[in-house]
Nanobody, 124 residues
């Protein structure tokens, strides 16, 4: 079992930055691919970014490519999402996920462990 706790969300003006953290406990996260999803009010949960177990490989949604950066510190059992040049459309609850089952990592159904989410609100 893995417990995930997100932090770092908040209110920021458009163009600003935030760094989200996802701290894992229960098992070492170096065993898991880690992924960030987000869900805006009234919309489906969508893929944001993913990072391989070693951190060597990353992938991003087109909407955040060049603005967001995912990283991990396996020694601290923590994954990060650095968000720069934030836009109003980035407003959402951000979730980290682990326990990838091996199907498409873009899909939320492929993950067995989720955090409770952290709210990011970008004012225009």
């Amino acid at each position: 079992q893995v417990q995930l706790v997100e932090s770092g969300g908040g209110l920021v003006q458009a163009g600003g930055s935030l760094r989200l953290s996802c701290a894992a406990s229960g098992r070492t996260i170096s065993n898991y691919r880690q992924t960030w999803f987000r869900q805006a009010l009234g919309k489906e949960r969508e893929f944001v970014a993913t990072i391989s177990r070693t951190g060597a490989l990353t992938d991003y949604a087109d909407s955040v490519k060049g603005r967001f950066a995912i990283s991990r510190d396996n020694a601290k059992n923590t994954v990060y999402l650095q968000m720069n040049s934030l836009k109003f459309d980035d407003t959402a609850v951000y979730y980290c996920a682990a326990g990838y089952t091996g199907s498409s990592y873009y899909m939320s159904a492929a993950y067995g462990y989720w955090g409770q989410g952290t709210q990011v609100t970008v004012s225009s």
